[in-house]
């Protein structure tokens, strides 16, 4: 009895797993994540990175202007934002995760990130929101003397 329930066991486990038994053994199949409670966020309608079928692609990238201020005075940071990709391609909800301290290096990153596009994130075939976190360095170029 313990060896049919072990092999039940075993047999559910490998079908949640997209998994099937051959001739040949056990090999994984490709199964679509199903869109279910846990996949999509229920205020934004956001589907988590890890359900996609299709990863974004970046179609363009804005780096951003250095501000003369900061220039000046060689200051350097790094901002860390965190946006939503919309089914459009277009990032909307640019929240700062880190700032870089320096308050017009933080606007500058965001006004480069807000005019990213990409491919959008899809499920199945279906465009979907997503969120994604891009770091934007701010760095002196050093001149050889």
């Not at 072990?6 to 949640?16: A, E, K």
């Not at 199949?29 to 589907?47: I, S």
């Not at 990175?49 to 200051?75: G, I």
């Not at 459009?88 to 700032?99: K, M, P, Q, R, W």
Request: proline residues 7%.
């Amino acid at each position: 009895m313990r060896l049919m329930n072990g092999l039940m066991g075993m047999f559910l486990f490998l079908l949640s797993m997209g998994c099937s038994q051959t001739e040949k053994g056990i090999h994984e199949e490709p199964v679509a994540p199903r869109m279910n409670q846990e996949t999509v966020v229920p205020d934004k309608g956001l589907v988590s990175f890890k359900a996609l079928t299709e990863k974004p692609v970046l179609k363009k990238r804005v780096e951003p202007q250095y501000p003369e201020s900061a220039l000046e005075q060689k200051l350097e940071g790094r901002v860390i934002l965190k946006g939503t990709i919309r089914e459009d391609g277009n990032v909307y909800d640019i929240l700062v995760v880190s700032s870089s301290g320096v308050g017009e290096m933080d606007r500058r990153a965001i006004d480069a990130f807000r005019q990213f596009e990409f491919i959008p994130g899809k499920v199945n075939g279906v465009p979907v929101r997503v969120h994604i976190v891009v770091p934007f360095h701010f760095r002196v170029q050093k001149h050889p003397s």
